[in-house]
């Protein structure tokens, strides 16, 4: 492996296929574009998977868990030792993502980058524990080099072990009390844009909270700002373990081949800094809602992402994609199960006029 793996270029799109898939939605027994966004992802999803009828059964979550130091800045409304007990929520069953999971027949996969209040080892769950979270970007770059790297090739890893299981779709899902500080910070150096436009109250601030938080980060960017040369210095300074696992399988997914289904905010954040370390994945990904955190509409608008789901959901781990995971299937069975115009002699074929 290449020393910057994420640079090599995302798997090829099935042009013919996607071209296919497109010309067989305009003989469907309906008006031109009357499905909207079902249309326009049934096509990508057909091009994505080489496959004239796409197919979603089998679908993998992937929830990455972190801590990070900045959260002693009092940055969330929750203490760090939250994200693990939450872990152990989601290997319990009890958790919002393991309910969906369950419910799509999905496969939950959870990871433990690094927690700062340890907890039992869980069945099932796979602990990596590269250091008890990050540290504090407020004083100090959250990642070395050395734990950036380790976090971006087991988010690596997580996709190599979701393409050996077939997965047709991949979910990347965050755990990390705080982490929409991190996320916050990075997208205001990737979109250029004040900390002000992009903050939002995360787990539920309150005003003082926010002031208090737009603060925080605007003391970090100034600190870190002129040692940012481009996106891998904006993860490994501002970002955290799980963000940057989630970056590594975004790039991954791309050049495996296997269609990714973008979450929200801190997921999002992510996904932009994969696309900026990597343009060619852009392809892959679908955007599965947007999330109530103000912040998670400039990053779609950066991607180009049109979110498929605007349903006021604020909660990450993934639920956002995977509450958008029964429409692509319901688009995935109208593209493949519906009459042509010919097959049910309608006689109202717009391509015949
Ligand atoms: C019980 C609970 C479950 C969660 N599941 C996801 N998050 C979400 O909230 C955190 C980010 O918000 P902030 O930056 O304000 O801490 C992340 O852990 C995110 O996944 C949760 C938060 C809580 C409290
Ligand atoms: O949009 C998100 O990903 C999000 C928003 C608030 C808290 N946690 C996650």
Redo the contacts with the bound molecule.
Sequence with gaps: MSEQWWQEVAAPINAAVQQQARLRQTRLTKPQGALGQLERVAIQLAGLQGDPAPQLQRVWISVFAADHGVAVEGVSTVPQAVTGQMLRNFANGGAAISVMARELGATLDLRDLGLAVPIEPLPGVHHLNLAPGSANLLHEPALTPQLCEQALLAGRQAVLDAVGQGAQLFIAG?MGIG??TPACAMASLLLERPVVELV?P??GLNADGLRHKTAVIEAALGLHRPHCAGPLDILRRLGGLEIAAITGAYLAAAQQGLPMLV??????TAALCAVRLNPSCQDWMLFGHR???PG?AAVLAGLAGAPLLDVG????EGT?AAAAVPLLRMACALHNGMATFAEAAVAADPTAC
Excluded at 263 to 268: E, M, N, R, V, Y
Excluded at 313 to 316: I, P, S, Y
């Design positions: 965050e982490n929409t939002g995360g787990t979450d929200g905010f801190i997921c999002s999330s109530a955190e998670h959901m604020r909660l990450g956002g």
